[in-house]
């Protein structure tokens, strides 16, 4: 299994700031993902992150909306940039290991 | 576009009733089927994966897998308020090492 340490859990930003939220994995993986919940929907992929490269964006999700940092294979930050209300949400980072998927505790974001 | 449908809820079952949650999927070549719980303001975590065509039990769970019909369900016996939950149908395909997750069906067992 992982134990993924996601942070803040809950942050209520003003619109037209930034806002990075860290995951720390216990444990040394190739890719780490992350995700957008909004209420009442199911999980979105916004990108794929891997060590030493660019992350890989899904279609519409832009990396100078979500810049991701990938520096290290047990670490990773998403920024969620220039933020509007429409941006409340919560964001899940996440791996997989064999053929299952472990999540982090989750961030609640608001925008106001 | 790989699709992952299930119905949103909730669905309601009196405690120790059957539970049964439904998923259907576009992608005929998904290979690996997975069920996740998710309380309320906690993530997902994963409770059954299948891959083959029948039945898997575990416990009070059984996932049941239907390729031909493009179909995968999870029955939960001897409901109880613990369960109490949305539950999350995912599935890859064989090119994909990403799941698809479906939008969660709610689950209310009342005492």
């Known amino acids: 299994s992982a134990v993924i340490s996601q942070k803040p859990s809950r942050d209520i930003c003003q619109r037209g700031t930034s806002l990075t939220i860290q995951c720390q994995v216990d444990?040394?993986?190739?890719?780490m993902f992350w995700y957008r919940q909004q209420p009442g929907q199911s999980l979105t992929l916004i990108a794929t992150?891997?060590?030493?490269?660019?992350?890989?964006?899904e279609s519409g999700f832009v990396i100078d909306k979500f810049p991701i940092s990938r520096p290290n294979l047990t670490f990773s930050t998403l920024t969620v940039s220039n933020m509007s209300p429409e941006d409340s949400s919560i964001y899940l980072c996440?791996?997989?290991?064999?053929?299952?998927?472990?999540f982090g505790q989750g961030t609640r974001l608001t925008v106001v | 576009q790989k699709e992952v449908e299930q119905n949103s809820g909730p669905l309601s079952v009196p405690e120790g009733a059957i539970a049964s949650l439904n998923c259907t999927y576009s992608?005929?070549?998904?290979?690996?089927f997975f069920w996740y719980r998710q309380y309320s303001g906690k993530s997902p975590e994963l409770i059954m994966f299948?891959?083959?065509?029948g039945d898997k039990e575990d416990g009070r769970f059984t996932a049941q897998l239907n390729k031909a019909s493009q179909y995968v369900s999870l029955l939960i016996r001897d409901s109880q308020p613990s369960d109490s939950a949305t539950y999350l149908c995912?599935?890859?395909?064989?090119?994909?090492?990403?799941?698809?997750f479906g939008r969660g069906t709610s689950l209310i067992v009342h005492p």
């Open positions: 996440s791996v997989q290991l064999n053929t299952e998927a472990f």
């Open positions: 444990s040394q993986v190739t890719m």
């Open positions: 992150a891997n060590q030493g490269s660019e992350a890989t964006y």
């Open positions: 992608d005929r070549g998904s290979q690996s």
């Open positions: 299948i891959y083959s065509n």
């Open positions: 995912a599935i890859r395909s064989g090119g994909s090492y990403i799941p698809t």
